[in-house]
């Protein structure tokens, strides 16, 4: 079953601009990752942050995770046409294994 | 190569046949995962191996899904009599040891279509 939801299911953006993505999970969490597919296939890691920290930095994305509100947040600034693509959030617990529970994702098309 | 691969990369079948996905992860990667993906959702995890056991097999959906990694590397999943809901792209990923920050290395797919 998926973990949680993204938000918004879909945007467009112009070339240039920042794209913003929001992603809820309903657990509590180890660490929470995002990842990026390009025509419905391959997964690409893209960062991951654990449950005690609050923002990470990665060149050109930024994210933040608030476990209070278990909701993690995505920033793509100074957005590229090669951007295009699915962006997922995915959670592991705390417990067991590394199992990924993934959102619903969020379809980013940038346009140029 | 370097990253994980799966085959084929598509497999149509009829409903009620038997088909097998194979996955080839990372050197060296002691932890397996199969996902599977339907048309406009978030994949969805199936089972996990750690070297040849399947220490999580809690998202195989009924018993007609089946999966071994008989020599701790190579991985099959196998499904017997599908059925059209069975139609997903499956997705296989490894990672260095299964630890909780490990980061996961996921193949290309297989895109399974049920007639």
């Known amino acids: 079953s998926q973990q949680g939801e993204e938000d918004p299911q879909a945007l467009s953006i112009q070339e240039g601009e920042n794209a913003t993505m929001n992603c809820s999970y309903k657990t509590s969490i180890n660490n929470l990752q995002w990842y990026r597919q390009n025509s419905g296939r391959g997964l690409v890691h893209l960062i991951l942050?654990?449950?005690?920290?609050r923002e990470k930095h990665s060149g050109r994305l930024r994210v933040t995770l608030d476990t209070s509100k278990k909701s993690s947040s995505l920033l793509i600034t100074a957005s590229r046409a090669a951007d295009t693509a699915s962006y997922f959030c995915a959670t592991v617990r705390n417990f067991g294994n590394e199992k990924l529970t993934f959102g619903t994702g969020t379809r980013l098309t940038i346009i140029p | 190569g370097a990253g994980v691969s799966q085959t084929p990369s598509n497999k149509v079948t009829e409903k009620g046949k038997y088909v097998e996905l194979r996955c080839d992860p990372i050197?060296?990667?002691?932890?397996l995962y199969w996902y599977r993906q339907s048309l406009g959702q978030g994949p969805e995890f199936l089972i996990y191996?750690?070297?040849?056991?399947?220490?999580?097999d809690s998202g195989l959906p009924n018993d007609r899904f089946f999966a071994v990694r008989p020599e701790g590397s190579v991985s099959t999943l196998k499904i017997q009599r599908t059925e059209r809901g069975d139609s997903a792209v499956y997705l296989c990923?490894?990672?260095?040891?299964?630890?909780?920050?490990?980061?996961?290395?996921f193949g290309p797919g297989t895109r399974l279509t049920v007639l």
């Open positions: 942050i654990r449950s005690n920290e």
């Open positions: 191996f750690q070297g040849t056991g399947a220490a999580d």
């Open positions: 050197s060296g990667h002691t932890a």
């Open positions: 990923a490894s990672s260095f040891k299964g630890q909780l920050t490990d980061t996961q290395y």
